[in-house]
Structure formats: structure tokens, C-alpha cells
């Protein structure tokens, strides 16, 4: 070290930073006669147990000119950080967050304003979340040589609430049932049959598509839409909306339809009162007091024999029986009831003879377009575009020849159908009036007269009227 007699660490100090991850070298002593050897900084470094990460090259510029790192603290060495593992995480499949509901925008950029509720409908075992397990950490090393050790990542667990599942893994969270996923408290995971209104159906809840029951705790306001996999029941009316449900409807008040509600059900509606709406079941119709000026069709029954027990205008339709307390009315409104046959059957025969006078209309008009046709052709006169439209009204005269036998064979399986009426029946147990019209199967019969606690029933191939006893 030439004429320095003052031993190296009277020059120099090294110091490491509080996590050891790297070591500092500083003059604490300047000469400019300072001058060592790689070796001797080798030497003075070790002498701190600094082993790992040394920059040799650092070190030689220090050896080159040492004044140029008088005044600085100078990084000699690095270690390597441990990496701690990451946090285990649940990803939802669904967004819970809860976020302002936002009315949905359309693709034409119109906005929709009863579409403002997300439902997370899902299916029995479908996939709901997945659980990401926590990484592993892996150890670091300090410049003194010791490891440094990391730490493993938290494990995150599913919060489990009412119908989910587990694999045994308890890497993924399904669904038991079919319904709706939902969050309660302490963010617990759930997956409910029923969808709760405390209300009206109205701008602030949207239309209703779920994939369980819906109970609405309210009435339903014109113009939306409640559509359920299950049961609907509504403690207040249905004013002018449409619902359909594959299970049951219950309507505590009753439908007011305004010409616009249509209200399906895949087994039963039940309700107080029907007026100028479209009812439909695959089952029965229950209504305690109306059924006013309304088409409704049953598979099975309708009964309206409450204490007014009214059913006026409109038409009813049922498989099997229709039973009211008042049928018509004194001003001879007409109303028509039709049981002996499903309705769809009744209604598709009306539709299949509308095809039939559609098809023989277009059978004549072909056929005196094929005449003329055939008249140019027997003269020399057809051009050809007239021979391709001969070829072509000939291919639609088969066509329309298959369409007239495949519509009277299917209206003769249902004239079939309508034969088998003999257990179909109407009940009137107060009265019913002129206007009426009672069909049972193929048979129709006008009401004339008013008359009292009757029951019509097909006898000896017509329609009888029997008092009831």
C-alpha cells in the first residue's frame, strides 16, 4: 500500500443493509496516497463475512482509482430476495359485487330500460367457482451466505352457504341445485330455488327470467315479463304483464290484461279474477270470482263457482270440464265454451281448415294458369321463359296436391279425437244465458234461453242439456 501504514479498515468500512440483501463499502478515512489490491479488498470483505454476490468488477474500478469513490457508498455485493408464495384465491364465475344495476343497451344502441337485473341462474352441477391454490415460496440467500427464508402463500377456502358443493380436492364449487348464486353474510356462497320481490315488479327490479321459482311480494306492472323454470306466486296483481312459468301460477288478486297479458302455466293458474287477458295451463284454471272477456284454454279444467262465479265473453277451452256459477249474462253477451278436446288440438283444426281453403285457392289458380299454358303450348306459342314457368307451376301444384292430403289427413286424426268427448262436460250451477255457445267436441249448441243449475253432456251424439240436482 506504498507509504500508507494505517491497516485497510482504518480506510475502509462495509456495511450491510437491514435484510442483508446488500453490502455497502465506504471511506471512512481519505488519503489520496490510498491505494490496495484486489486481493487485500477480497481479504477485507470476507473479514465482514460477505460471501455471496460479490461485483468483482466494482471492486477492480475501486483498486483502479479509489478517489473517484471516496465520498460515495458504494453497492459491493447483492444477495437474492426470497420470493415469497402468493395468496390463494376463489375466482367466481359470476360477478356477486353488487354494483348499480344499469338498464341493458341493445345492439342498435337503444337502451332497455325494464332489462336492469342480472340473474346468475345456473343448473344443477354446474360450475360456480375454483379455488386457486396459494403458491410455494421459494428461499432467498443474503450476501452473508445465510438463507433467507420465504413464506408460503395463504390458502384461501371456499365459503360455503346453502346448496353448493365441493370436489374432494376442494378445487371447485357446483351448484345442487338448480337456482340462483348469491351472496349472504360473511360472503358465503349460496345457490337459492326462489327468487324474492319485496315489491312491485316495476323499473327498479326489470323483467324476471329465472331458472327456479319467483315470489313476488307486490303486483306486477304493465309491460314487463316474469318468466320461471318453477312456480311464479304474486300476493298483488298482474296489470297488463305477461308471465310463464313450467310450474304453477297463484296470483292472489287477480289479471287485469288490458288485451296485452299473456299468462301461461305448465300445470296451474289460480286466481281471484281474469279480464281481457290470454290464460293458458297445461293443467287446470282455478278463479274464484271472473273470467271476463278473455281467451282462456286448460288442458284439463276450468272452474270458476265462487261466490260470483261469473264467466262472460271471451271464449274457455278445456280438455275435460268447465264449471261456473254464471255463464253469460242478461244482455246475451256472447261466450263460448269449448271442452271435449285439448284446446291446442281444437285450436290446430281451426288453423288446418284456414290452410285448406288457403291451399284449394292456390290448387284453382294453378291450375288455370297450367290451362292456358297448355292451350299456348298445343298452338306453338311457348316461349321459353313460359316453359319454365310451366315447369315451376307444375312443381307447385304437386306441392300444394301434398300439402291439401297432409292437412285433411291430420284434421281427420283430430275429428278422431273429438268423437272420444262422451265424458266432457259444462256445469252451470246458477244460470246460464242466451249468447252462450257450448261445444263439445264436433257438437255446438246456441243457448236461447236463460236457465238454471244445468249441466251439458254429449248423449245419443248430440249435446244434452240435464238439470242438476
Same mark, same amino acid.
Given at each position: 500500500?506504498?507509504?500508507?501504514?494505517?491497516?485497510?479498515?482504518?480506510?475502509?468500512?462495509?456495511?450491510?443493509?437491514?435484510?442483508?440483501?446488500?453490502?455497502?463499502?465506504?471511506?471512512?478515512?481519505?488519503? %489520496?496516497?490510498?491505494?490496495?489490491?484486489?486481493?487485500?479488498?477480497?481479504?477485507?470483505?470476507?473479514?465482514?463475512?460477505?460471501?455471496?454476490?460479490?461485483?468483482?468488477?466494482?471492486?477492480?474500478?475501486?483498486?483502479?482509482?479509489?478517489?473517484?469513490?471516496?465520498?460515495?457508498?458504494?453497492?459491493?455485493?447483492?444477495?437474492?430476495?426470497?420470493?415469497?408464495?402468493?395468496?390463494?384465491?376463489?375466482?367466481?364465475?359470476?360477478?356477486?359485487?353488487?354494483?348499480?344495476?344499469?338498464?341493458?343497451? @341493445?345492439?342498435?344502441?337503444?337502451?332497455?330500460?325494464?332489462?336492469?337485473?342480472?340473474?346468475?341462474?345456473?343448473?344443477?352441477?354446474?360450475?360456480?367457482?375454483?379455488?386457486?391454490?396459494?403458491?410455494?415460496?421459494?428461499?432467498?440467500?443474503?450476501?452473508?451466505?445465510?438463507?433467507?427464508?420465504?413464506?408460503?402463500?395463504?390458502?384461501?377456502?371456499?365459503?360455503?352457504?346453502?346448496?353448493?358443493?365441493?370436489?374432494?380436492?376442494?378445487?371447485?364449487?357446483?351448484?345442487?341445485?338448480?337456482?340462483?348464486?348469491?351472496?349472504?353474510?360473511?360472503?358465503?356462497?349460496?345457490?337459492?330455488?326462489?327468487?324474492?320481490?319485496?315489491?312491485?315488479?316495476?323499473?327498479?327490479?326489470?323483467?324476471?327470467?329465472?331458472?327456479?321459482?319467483?315470489?313476488?311480494?307486490?303486483?306486477?306492472?304493465?309491460?314487463?315479463?316474469?318468466?320461471?323454470?318453477?312456480?311464479?306466486?304474486?300476493?298483488?296483481?298482474?296489470?297488463?304483464?305477461?308471465?310463464?312459468? %313450467?310450474?304453477?301460477?297463484?296470483?292472489?288478486?287477480?289479471?287485469?290484461?288490458?288485451?296485452?297479458?299473456?299468462?301461461?302455466?305448465?300445470?296451474?293458474?289460480? =286466481?281471484?279474477?281474469?279480464?281481457?287477458?290470454?290464460?293458458?295451463?297445461?293443467?287446470?284454471?282455478?278463479?274464484?270470482?271472473?273470467?271476463?272477456?278473455?281467451?282462456?284454454?286448460?288442458?284439463?279444467?276450468?272452474? =270458476?263457482?265462487?261466490?260470483?262465479?261469473?264467466?262472460?265473453?271471451?271464449?274457455?277451452?278445456?280438455?275435460? =270440464?268447465?264449471?261456473?256459477?254464471?255463464?253469460?249474462?242478461? @244482455?246475451?253477451?256472447?261466450?263460448?265454451?269449448?271442452?271435449?278436446?285439448?284446446?291446442?288440438?281444437?285450436?290446430?283444426?281451426?288453423?288446418?281448415?284456414?290452410?285448406?281453403?288457403?291451399?284449394?285457392?292456390?290448387?284453382?289458380?294453378?291450375?288455370?294458369?297450367?290451362?292456358?299454358?297448355?292451350?299456348?303450348?298445343?298452338?306453338?306459342?311457348?316461349?321459353?321463359?313460359?316453359?319454365?314457368?310451366?315447369?315451376?307451376?307444375?312443381?307447385?301444384?304437386?306441392?300444394?296436391?301434398?300439402?291439401?292430403?297432409?292437412?285433411?289427413?291430420?284434421? @281427420?286424426?283430430?275429428?278422431?279425437?273429438?268423437?272420444?268427448?262422451?265424458?266432457?262436460?259444462?256445469?252451470?250451477?246458477?244460470?246460464?244465458?242466451?249468447?252462450?255457445?257450448?261445444?263439445?267436441?264436433?257438437?255446438?249448441?246456441?243457448?236461447?234461453?236463460?236457465?238454471?243449475?244445468?249441466?251439458?253432456?254429449?248423449?245419443?251424439?248430440?249435446?244434452?242439456? @240435464?238439470?242438476?240436482?
Amino acid at each position: 500500500m506504498g507509504e500508507m501504514t494505517m491497516p485497510l479498515n482504518y480506510y475502509l468500512d462495509v456495511v450491510l443493509s437491514d435484510d442483508k440483501l446488500t453490502a455497502f463499502l465506504q471511506f471512512t478515512n481519505r488519503d %489520496e496516497k490510498f491505494a490496495a489490491t484486489l486481493e487485500q479488498l477480497q481479504e477485507l470483505i470476507r473479514s465482514y463475512h460477505v460471501v455471496h454476490g460479490v461485483d468483482q468488477a466494482i471492486l477492480l474500478e475501486i483498486v483502479k482509482d479509489p478517489s473517484s469513490f471516496f465520498y460515495a457508498k458504494t453497492a459491493i455485493a447483492t444477495g437474492q430476495a426470497p420470493n415469497h408464495g402468493a395468496d390463494g384465491q376463489i375466482r367466481m364465475l359470476y360477478d356477486l359485487s353488487g354494483h348499480a344495476k344499469k338498464p341493458t343497451e @341493445m345492439e342498435d344502441g337503444k337502451v332497455d330500460y325494464k332489462e336492469v337485473t342480472t340473474f346468475h341462474n345456473v343448473r344443477k352441477g354446474q360450475l360456480i367457482a375454483q379455488r386457486i391454490p396459494a403458491g410455494q415460496g421459494a428461499p432467498g440467500r443474503a450476501v452473508t451466505g445465510e438463507v433467507l427464508f420465504a413464506k408460503d402463500g395463504k390458502e384461501a377456502r371456499f365459503k360455503l352457504g346453502k346448496n353448493v358443493v365441493t370436489d374432494p380436492e376442494q378445487l371447485a364449487l357446483y351448484a345442487a341445485i338448480d337456482g340462483m348464486v348469491t351472496k349472504t353474510d360473511r360472503e358465503k356462497i349460496n345457490v337459492f330455488p326462489i327468487f324474492e320481490v319485496n315489491g312491485d315488479v316495476d323499473y327498479n327490479i326489470g323483467n324476471i327470467d329465472f331458472v327456479g321459482s319467483v315470489v313476488i311480494r307486490g303486483s306486477v306492472l304493465p309491460g314487463f315479463r316474469i318468466k320461471a323454470a318453477g312456480d311464479i306466486r304474486i300476493t298483488g296483481n298482474v296489470d297488463g304483464a305477461d308471465l310463464e312459468a %313450467e310450474g304453477s301460477i297463484e296470483i292472489s288478486a287477480g289479471i287485469l290484461g288490458h288485451n296485452k297479458a299473456v299468462v301461461r302455466a305448465g300445470k296451474r293458474v289460480k =286466481c281471484s279474477f281474469i279480464q281481457d287477458a290470454t290464460v293458458e295451463a297445461g293443467e287446470e284454471v282455478l278463479v274464484t270470482q271472473s273470467i271476463m272477456h278473455s281467451q282462456i284454454r286448460a288442458g284439463r279444467f276450468v272452474y =270458476c263457482q265462487g261466490a260470483k262465479g261469473l264467466i262472460v265473453g271471451g271464449q274457455i277451452q278445456a280438455g275435460e =270440464c268447465v264449471i261456473g256459477r254464471t255463464v253469460g249474462n242478461a @244482455m246475451s253477451t256472447v261466450t263460448a265454451i269449448e271442452v271435449g278436446v285439448l284446446p291446442e288440438l281444437r285450436n290446430e283444426m281451426q288453423q288446418l281448415r284456414a290452410n285448406l281453403r288457403s291451399y284449394n285457392e292456390n290448387h284453382d289458380k294453378t291450375d288455370k294458369a297450367l290451362v292456358l299454358l297448355d292451350q299456348l303450348a298445343a298452338a306453338g306459342h311457348l316461349t321459353p321463359d313460359k316453359v319454365g314457368l310451366r315447369i315451376k307451376l307444375n312443381h307447385t301444384k304437386k306441392q300444394v296436391a301434398e300439402d291439401i292430403s297432409n292437412a285433411k289427413e291430420r284434421i @281427420m286424426e283430430i275429428e278422431k279425437s273429438l268423437e272420444d268427448s262422451e265424458q266432457a262436460r259444462v256445469e252451470v250451477i246458477g244460470n246460464v244465458f242466451s249468447g252462450t255457445k257450448i261445444v263439445i267436441g264436433r257438437y255446438t249448441k246456441f243457448i236461447k234461453d236463460t236457465s238454471p243449475r244445468v249441466k251439458f253432456q254429449l248423449v245419443d251424439g248430440d249435446i244434452a242439456m @240435464m238439470p242438476i240436482h
